[in-house]
């Protein structure tokens, strides 16, 4: 075989599949050739993104209903919107991430495969996509009550700023966690019709959350970060990381168990609070299982470790689904 001296990533740009991306995924493999780098702007080769938005949004839907004991086929509406409008938006925010970086990301290695640095999606012809998809998004949300609608409108705001947050703070990862984690208050809202400290509360913890599994993830790029100054919680903490991943651990946990204790003891029964308080506890012992095999040096690992959130997250909509069955 004859040796064209290209690294891996050149490779990878080369045939248009980006080095981060799930082996084997569908955007590669069965999408039409035009549509895939626009695909791979959205992160639809790279799913994980779109449930770490989306999970919060089930978390306050689902407690909402455990507060206020009914549910109606709105909810399942709630419920379905929030997932496709959480692909759109998680789409949205991907590619104005990957516009507003687009230099850093050519400086990286694990980005520079990305469809903008590496030359296959033009920056006019990215945001175009990316108001398109927030448009589609947008009229979902049109389909929720007002108070929702404006909780949606107001998400933007931190959305917009989070991708410039590395170049001012060394807590982005903050940042990425009041973006993405909105959807606990919004769900909550579109169920209620107004705010409480059961949702305020499973938004921190969810920002928690995130800077558990953010953290992890930036430490794939420390060294590259280091170069072209790039501010992270995974240069910031370096070494001592596994100490604040643990307290992260704790304080998503104790922060959605005392969101649980709020919303369900006015109205629950006993066998409700029991499994909803479950749900915590089952998710701090993923957490814990992912904090023991941390390797900062382990990039195949590190990734490994992100993904792996998705069922993370899962695990409090398993046990609030069983709640309400109960």
Same mark, same amino acid.
């Given at each position: 075989?004859?040796?064209?001296?290209?690294?891996?990533?050149?490779?990878?740009? /080369?045939?248009?599949?980006?080095?981060?991306?799930?082996?084997?995924?569908?955007?590669?493999? !069965?999408?039409?050739?035009?549509?895939?780098?626009?695909?791979?702007?959205?992160?639809?080769?790279?799913?994980?993104?779109?449930?770490?938005?989306?999970?919060?949004?089930?978390?306050?839907?689902?407690?909402?209903?455990?507060?206020?004991?009914?549910?109606?086929?709105?909810?399942?509406?709630?419920?379905?919107?929030? /997932?496709?409008?959480?692909?759109?938006?998680?789409?949205?925010?991907?590619?104005?991430?990957?516009?507003?970086?687009?230099?850093?990301?050519?400086?990286?290695?694990?980005?520079?495969?990305?469809?903008?640095?590496?030359?296959?999606?033009?920056?006019?012809?990215?945001?175009?996509?990316?108001?398109?998809?927030?448009?589609?998004?947008?009229?979902?949300?049109?389909?929720?009550?007002?108070?929702?609608?404006?909780?949606?409108?107001?998400?933007?705001?931190?959305?917009?700023?989070? &991708?410039?947050?590395?170049?001012?703070?060394?807590?982005?990862?903050?940042?990425?966690?009041?973006?993405?984690?909105?959807?606990?208050?919004?769900?909550?809202?579109?169920?209620?019709?107004?705010?409480?400290? &059961?949702?305020?509360?499973?938004?921190?913890?969810?920002?928690?959350?995130?800077?558990?599994?953010?953290?992890?993830?930036?430490?794939?790029?420390?060294?590259?970060?280091?170069?072209?100054?790039?501010?992270?919680?995974?240069?910031?903490?370096?070494?001592?990381?596994?100490?604040?991943?643990?307290?992260?651990?704790?304080?998503?946990?104790?922060?959605?168990?005392?969101?649980?204790?709020?919303?369900?003891?006015?109205?629950?029964?006993? !066998?409700?609070?029991?499994? /909803?308080?479950?749900?915590?506890?089952?998710?701090?012992?993923?957490?814990?299982?992912?904090?023991?095999?941390?390797?900062?040096?382990?990039?195949?690992?590190?990734?490994?470790?992100?993904?792996?959130?998705?069922?993370?997250?899962?695990? &409090?909509?398993?046990?609030?689904? !069983?709640?309400?069955?109960?």
């Amino acid at each position: 075989m004859t040796d064209t001296g290209q690294r891996p990533e050149q490779n990878e740009a /080369a045939q248009g599949t980006v080095a981060d991306a799930v082996t084997g995924n569908w955007v590669d493999t !069965l999408a039409p050739v035009r549509a895939r780098p626009y695909l791979r702007l959205s992160r639809a080769d790279r799913p994980i993104g779109t449930w770490l938005l989306l999970l919060p949004c089930w978390w306050g839907l689902m407690l909402a209903i455990l507060h206020t004991g009914t549910a109606t086929l709105y909810d399942a509406w709630i419920a379905l919107g929030c /997932a496709i409008g959480d692909f759109l938006m998680s789409g949205a925010c991907c590619t104005w991430k990957d516009i507003t970086d687009r230099k850093f990301d050519g400086a990286v290695a694990r980005t520079r495969s990305r469809p903008i640095p590496s030359g296959q999606v033009s920056v006019k012809g990215a945001v175009i996509w990316m108001v398109a998809q927030a448009l589609i998004s947008f009229c979902i949300l049109l389909t929720f009550p007002p108070a929702a609608i404006l909780m949606g409108i107001v998400s933007l705001a931190p959305v917009a700023i989070y &991708p410039f947050a590395k170049r001012f703070t060394w807590w982005p990862q903050a940042f990425l966690g009041i973006a993405f984690n909105w959807g606990a208050l919004l769900a909550w809202v579109a169920h209620t019709g107004s705010l409480g400290w &059961p949702p305020v509360l499973l938004y921190l913890a969810g920002i928690a959350w995130t800077l558990f599994y953010d953290t992890i993830y930036a430490h794939q790029d420390t060294d590259d970060d280091a170069l072209i100054g790039i501010k992270s919680t995974a240069r910031l903490f370096a070494e001592n990381s596994p100490r604040w991943l643990r307290n992260f651990l704790m304080a998503t946990v104790m922060l959605m168990a005392l969101a649980i204790l709020l919303a369900i003891l006015p109205n629950g029964n006993p !066998l409700q609070l029991v499994l /909803a308080l479950a749900a915590p506890w089952a998710m701090g012992w993923h957490l814990a299982w992912q904090l023991r095999r941390f390797d900062a040096d382990d990039n195949e690992s590190l990734t490994r470790i992100f993904r792996s959130n998705r069922d993370a997250g899962l695990i &409090p909509v398993l046990f609030f689904a !069983l709640c309400l069955l109960a």
